[in-house]
């Protein structure tokens, strides 16, 4: 017998370490060749490790939310025979994908429930009696994300005995199995379902944001300006362009927002800029990389459009769903998560009244559009119905006066409510 070591590799991204999100094994596992062992984040993107050789793992780097550096111990396992130190793998063998809980399916053959341990006797809640379910369910794969899965695993919950509410199981399905047992019947009309307290530990994906989040907060003096826009004849447009568009993909509001942003930038180039603090320099872009703000199942990530200026309508529509559809699915390259020059956010219908977006460090401002409204308003003497959308901009007050910032979104404003100026030079 003899003890292989595998190093953490360098992944390629000029980074001195990475962070342990989880683990896909636990000591005494039995492991075959290139068998994921971890999930490591690094600043971009969670990278999946695997095993370069067969064995059993004897030693673990840390738990997850640790910190492992390049080159250092991350499994031990013991391998039959003399085994050579073996290289680790270049950048082109290491599959990366984006940070999310990416779905993962397997057999529903039931698991056996996990050896007591002292910290599992003193749980305040245990999992229910397992019961049959009907044999349809049980040949159906069981998809479950990477935290559902652990948290099933730290319950004794089988998985192929849960109920999900949607197209995989959630936490709440979890939650509802924990009250109901199997079959989960659920809780009559006008009654609410009780859950148990839940720590959850703030790593991977969710850190990231937490740190960006408060070190843009911590260091930028924000402020917002807000604008309501008639955006009567731009949705007649729309509605117009969405009727001849054949094959092509569906607008929405964004790529016409979009158009009209780059088609303003020009005259306001301190908007689209990035901010070296620490150096003191601001770098002014000529092309618009624009950060598109996307909800996933790990929290909020940024893909970016690149050279937005050179792009129709029909084209942004298309980039804005590929973006979309790959952070969301786990598989957005990070190269596309990485070098914005301007962030667009928006919540859909769900955009309120008025919002006040935290800029996407080092950017120095970031627009998000509401949501659309129908109010009387006055045209001449005449009251008539109109659609209005509020439009949000925060800006690095270091960089950015409120004059430019105001003076920005009256020019996109101009723009959108007079839409044919969106396709003439």
Sequence with gaps: MALFTFKLPDIGEGISEAEIVGWHVKVGDRVEEDQPIADMMTDKATVEMESPVAGTVVRL????????????????????????????????????????????????APSAPPTPTPESDAAPTSAPAQQPVAAAVKDQPILASPAVRARAKELGIDLGQVKPSGDHIRHADLDAYLLYGAGQGYAPAGRSARRADEEVKVIGMRRRIAENMAASKRHIPHFTYVEEIDVTALEELREQLNAGRGERPKLTMLPLLIVAICKAIPDFPMLNARYDDEAGVVTRHGSVHLGMATQTDAGLMVPVIRDAQDRNVWQLASEIRRLAEAARSGKAKSEELSGSTLTLTSLGPLGGVATTPVINRPEVAIIGPNRIVERPVFRGKEVVAAKLMNLSISCDHRVVDGWDAASFVQAVRKLLEAPAFLFVD
């Design 61 to 108: 780097a840390g738990e997850p939310g640790d910190q492992v550096p390049i080159g250092s111990m991350l499994v031990e396992i013991e391998v039959e025979g003399e085994v050579a130190a073996a290289p680790p793998p270049s950048e082109e063998t290491i599959e990366a994908e984006t940070p999310g809980e990416a779905m993962v399916e397997e057999a529903a």
